[in-house]
């Protein structure tokens, strides 16, 4: 689909350093959301492997902003941002230590994050259900400069797949044909008040994005292997159209008390709390070898 080169196949090497950095992000989250007292830590826990995997092997990221052969990157999940926030850190865009300046007043790390601080972001967001249009305005703007060789990849949340503009936007991409556009969602089943199934079901998402026109595939959003692989996928596989990958995940992944607990979706730990999780994580990380 692109002319770009895909990252070599996953040695047993390459898998320990994403899990490594996956573990990194993790902690990451678990200080940011704790040190500013508020925040989201379930949904990016959740997503510390695919960021991983995105970043280090798939997104054409710079360190240096705006460069104009960059990959687009939306981020329409807004409130994940922690998890974005720490690897665009860990790739060297901004010091680490800026992470602990997360959400406080004047910092370029906002609760929800704007293109006019953070420029590796492309989106303000924080409204949901608005990136996939952004994302399909983008394509197209690559499509009217002549296709030139970069990639939009929208990241998404299953909560927000309940917000219309979602599915003009998924029309659209199709109309479009929009073979150059990559989403993601973060299918962990759980919104702000509780599982997706109880507060307004879903349906078979799989089904809904293909009937409307989309190449769809599903994977394990903590299987590194299956993460590559759909990443792969989605970038090399032919078809003129938009393409969707469903991760499915686990809200707080690596932390016990967090997992699959709609409680963890906003709320920060406590001092006890943090201290518990980053325990866990050091243990996971030890496993890792
Ligand atoms: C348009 C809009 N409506 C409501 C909200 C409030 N809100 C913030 S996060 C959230 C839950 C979204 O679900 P999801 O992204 O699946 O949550 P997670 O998996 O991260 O827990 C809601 C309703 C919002 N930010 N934007």
Same mark, same amino acid.
């Given at each position: 689909?692109?002319?770009?080169?895909?990252?070599?196949? @996953?040695?047993?090497?390459?898998?320990?350093?994403?899990? @490594?950095?996956?573990? %990194?992000?993790?902690?990451?989250?678990?200080?940011? #959301? %704790?040190?500013? &007292? =508020?925040?989201?830590?379930?949904?990016?826990?959740?997503?510390?492997?695919?960021?991983?995997?995105?970043?280090?092997?798939?997104?054409?990221?710079?360190?240096?902003?705006?460069?104009?052969?960059?990959?687009?990157?939306?981020? =329409?999940?807004? *409130?994940?941002? &922690? #998890?974005?926030?720490?690897?665009?850190?860990?790739?060297?865009?901004?010091?680490?230590?800026?992470?602990?300046?997360?959400?406080? @007043?004047?910092?370029?790390?906002?609760?929800?994050?704007?293109?006019?601080?953070?420029?590796?972001?492309?989106?303000?967001?924080?409204?949901?259900?608005?990136?996939?249009?952004f994302g399909v305005g983008t394509a197209l703007a690559n499509r009217l400069d002549g296709e030139p060789d970069w990639l939009t990849w929208v990241a998404m949340s299953d909560g927000?797949?309940?917000?219309?503009?979602?599915?003009?936007?998924?029309? =659209?991409?199709?109309?479009?044909?929009?073979?150059?556009?990559?989403?993601?969602?973060?299918?962990?089943?759980?919104?702000?008040?509780? *599982?997706?199934?109880? #507060?307004?079901?879903?349906?078979?998402?799989?089904?809904?994005?293909?009937?409307?026109?989309?190449?769809?595939?599903?994977?394990?959003?903590?299987? @590194?292997?299956?993460?590559?692989?759909? $990443?792969?996928? &989605?970038?090399?596989?032919?078809?003129?159209?938009?393409?969707?990958?469903? $991760?499915?995940?686990?809200?707080?992944?690596?932390?016990?008390?967090?997992?699959?607990?709609?409680?963890?979706?906003g709320s920060p730990p406590s001092e006890d709390q943090c201290e518990q999780a980053i325990a866990e994580l050091e243990a996971a990380r030890a496993a890792i070898g």
């Open positions: 689909m692109s002319e770009r080169s895909l990252p070599e196949p @996953l040695t047993p090497d390459s898998t320990r350093e994403l899990a @490594l950095l996956a573990n %990194t992000i993790r902690q990451d989250i678990v200080r940011m #959301v %704790t040190k500013a &007292a =508020s925040g989201h830590p379930g949904g990016p826990l959740g997503l510390a492997d695919i960021y991983a995997v995105l970043f280090r092997r798939y997104l054409r990221f710079y360190p240096e902003p705006n460069k104009p052969d960059r990959d687009r990157f939306i981020l =329409s999940n807004a *409130h994940v941002c &922690a #998890v974005a926030y720490s690897v665009i850190a860990r790739m060297g865009a901004i010091e680490v230590e800026e992470l602990d300046t997360f959400r406080r @007043l004047g910092s370029r790390l906002q609760g929800h994050p704007s293109p006019l601080y953070f420029p590796w972001i492309e989106n303000a967001g924080g409204s949901l259900g608005q990136g996939l249009s927000e797949c309940q917000e219309g503009m979602t599915w003009e936007a998924a029309m =659209s991409a199709a109309h479009y044909r929009l073979r150059k556009l990559i989403a993601f969602v973060d299918y962990n089943r759980i919104q702000i008040d509780g *599982h997706t199934d109880d #507060v307004m079901s879903l349906g078979d998402l799989h089904e809904k994005f293909k009937a409307f026109g989309w190449l769809v595939r599903d994977a394990d959003g903590h299987d @590194l292997m299956a993460i590559d692989d759909a $990443f792969r996928w &989605a970038v090399e596989t032919d078809g003129d159209a938009p393409r969707m990958i469903l $991760f499915r995940t686990i809200l707080g992944k690596g932390v016990s008390f967090m997992e699959d607990n709609p409680k963890w979706h």
